[in-house]
């Protein structure tokens, strides 16, 4: 596959100051002020306030004030400006319009190269290369290791009522494989990965909205899973599904509710895929748990 991982994502929030507490006291992820240079025009949204880190790279989020929550970016990593260029004669190809980043936002992402263009349900989606490590460790406020590196970021699962569209684009276009499909009593799910991590972008079908259903992170151990539901209820955050164990991949989590209103699932143990003996299933319930919170 061309693309490598989830790289970033942009997130614009109603109130990024609480969403930025929030990162810090519950999540774990380390919180920095938005630089000079993030004016957000390379979004068309408002100044990055925010930059939030959970490995090496510069950030893995940025808030940015907006009306309504939500993942507004999502950057995808790619190996070289080779894979740029293929990629963008495929996109081109199917009738995407495909614009080269310029000098300041590539500053802004901290990456060599970018290309950027409107993916499904017309969230600016880019492709980059060449990112800059941050010249300081990460340490996250407290304690929280995550699973990163070959991995990407995580991943994100998007709600809309064109699914198959969004599906075709990832796979057909950008190379995505479906690893799973889902077909809950709440909902169906399509996971589609890019590398081991069982998947690193999702779409559900939903008639009623369209946006963003949640973002996970996933920590090294079931123990650091625990102590994040524990600051749940020390912070009254809203939990949107009880902890549980993932049939798919295997992922033992909870997820809660942002205060951007979108959610956050925290996992540990989720399977990476071999891609040379991976058969593709649909399921139909969750080894236990994760029952939705009304």
């Known amino acids: 596959m061309t693309i490598q991982s989830l790289g970033y994502v942009g997130i614009g929030a109603p109130d990024p100051t609480a969403w930025a507490e929030y990162a810090r006291t519950v999540i774990g992820l380390a919180v920095e002020p938005g630089a000079a240079s993030d004016s957000g025009s390379a979004a068309g949204e408002g100044p990055v306030r925010y930059r939030l880190r959970m490995d090496q790279h510069p950030f893995r989020m940025w808030l940015a004030e907006a009306e309504t929550g939500g993942v507004t970016v999502i950057g995808w990593e790619v190996r070289d ?54 010249p300081s460790q990460f340490v996250s406020p407290l304690g929280v290791d995550f699973v990163t590196g070959e991995q990407g970021l995580g991943h994100v699962v998007m709600k809309t009522p064109h699914v198959q569209e969004a599906i075709d684009f990832y796979c057909d276009i950008l190379g995505f494989r479906l690893s799973d499909t889902a077909d809950y009593p709440w909902g169906t799910f399509y996971f589609l990965g890019c590398n081991p991590r069982h998947h690193s972008v999702a779409f559900i079908r939903s008639y009623k909205n369209e946006g963003t259903h949640h973002i996970l992170c996933e920590v090294t151990s079931p123990e650091e899973v625990g102590r994040a539901l524990d600051r749940t209820r020390e912070h009254d955050v809203e939990l949107m599904a009880t902890l549980g164990k993932h049939a798919n991949d295997g992922m033992f989590s909870f997820y809660m509710k942002s205060p951007a209103g979108f959610g956050i699932e925290i996992g540990a143990g989720g399977v990476q895929v071999d891609e040379s003996t991976w058969v593709s299933r649909t399921y139909t319930a969750d080894i236990w748990g994760h029952h939705p919170v009304p």
Request: a negative charge; charged letters at 30%; hydrophobic letters at 40%.
């Open 81 to 134: 400006g080779a894979a740029i260029d293929a990629l963008t004669v495929r996109l081109k190809e199917a009738g995407v319009d495909v614009t080269a980043g310029t000098e300041e936002e590539c500053l802004e992402r901290q990456v060599t190269r970018m290309v950027h263009f409107g993916g499904p349900l017309g969230i600016r989606t880019e492709l980059f290369c060449g990112r800059r490590l941050a």
